[in-house]
């Protein structure tokens, strides 16, 4: 009798572990700005992407985080009021269903919730600040800003690195990077020291990301696409600059760009930018070998390889995607990445070759008008 539940017992665990197998997904989301939604997708293991149903957020909905526990994902709209929305995701199907909006310190064109799940972190490009709204653990809502300060020029972007200790953000208007420590219990931002890095004049330092393993932060650049590798002694939370390269083909006949939204003199016609560098935002492969920057007047992925112990790039080569990337996102397992145009209404979905870092183009498929930001939630 005991063996015959015993092997009752054993037929019934892999039964179950089969069924977690079988519910176990990967969501796809999606930012469509002028339509003012979010799209949602179910990305299977072949890299096929299966449409699901979009979410009002308003327009125009831009940046998007997901909370460390995969139960929630904000979204920040940028017009006034601003404001952004929390939404629930279902980990069976990935439907998001709103749950509350709460107001912002200005527009932002990039928020990102702490590896807590307590503080939603936010930059400003026109208002030239970063802020901290605190969030309620349990519900995911989000309440006033506690703390707003003033940085300079043009702040692109906001990070915590992978302790939580440290937060980085990228200023375009100064080519410096803001250095700050966060008290995680609290959730206030105070200055390090030093208090920021300064990047190459007229470079525009916009996105920055940190290796999988923490030792580097990986900087783009708008201005010149030129990904920068900076060091993180994890003692001080300082970053030093270490190489960079560049993420346009070398016989590329774009040149330096300028930011964007600069007033030019009375009387003077608006500066053509048609042959501008315009770079939009960087991944880096989980196991932390290839990284990839979007461009967007060229419509195109550059790749690299990293050597991880130097955390030196080498460029590999020139992917064409949707029109005027602005975002993209790799899968939690490295194996697909997915790309958005602002002016294109598909998706592209791409294989990632592992042994060589490789782009090979598998899908398109519809979304909506102004795409942007992708985040992508496995469950498994």
Known sequence: MKRFNLFNGIVLSALLTLAGAAQAATFVYVSNAEDGNIGMYTLTPDGTLQPGARV????????????????????????????????SIDARTGALEKLSTAPLAESFPYIQIDRTGRWLLGASYGAH???????????????????????????????????????????????????????????KLTANTPPLVQMKAGS?????????????????????????????????????????????????????????????????????????????????????????????????IGAFSVDTATGKLT???????????????????????????EKSETLSVYEIDAASGALKPLQKYPTGKGSNWVEIVSFD
């Open 204 to 300: 525009g330092p916009r996105h920055i990301i940190m290796s999988p393993d923490n030792k580097f932060a990986y900087l783009l650049s708008e201005l010149t696409a030129t990904v920068t590798t900076l060091s993180l002694d994890t003692n001080t939370g300082a970053l030093t600059e270490v190489s960079s390269a560049s993420a346009l083909p070398p016989d590329t006949k774009l040149k330096p760009g300028a930011p964007r939204g600069a007033v030019g003199a009375p009387g003077q016609a608006p500066r053509d930018v048609s042959n501008d560098i315009w770079a939009s935002d960087l991944h880096v492969t989980p196991d932390g070998k290839f990284l990839y920057a979007a461009e967007r007047t060229s419509s195109s």
């Open 56 to 87: 009002d957020a308003g327009k125009p909905v831009m940046p998007m985080s997901v909370s460390p526990d995969k139960r929630f994902l904000y979204a920040a709209v940028r017009s006034k009021p601003f404001t952004v929305v929390t939404y």
């Open 129 to 187: 600040l970063v802020s901290v709204n605190p969030v309620a653990k349990d519900s995911g809502k989000v309440s006033e800003p506690t703390q707003v300060i003033p940085t300079a020029r043009n702040a692109h972007a906001i990070i915590t690195d992978r302790t939580n200790r440290y937060v980085f953000v990228p200023h375009l208007g100064t080519d410096q990077i803001f250095q700050f420590r966060l008290d995680s219990k609290t959730g």
């Open 315 to 341: 460029y590999l080569s020139s992917t064409p995607t949707e029109k005027q990337p602005r975002g993209f996102r790799i899968d939690p397992k490295g194996r697909h990445m997915v790309v958005s145009g």
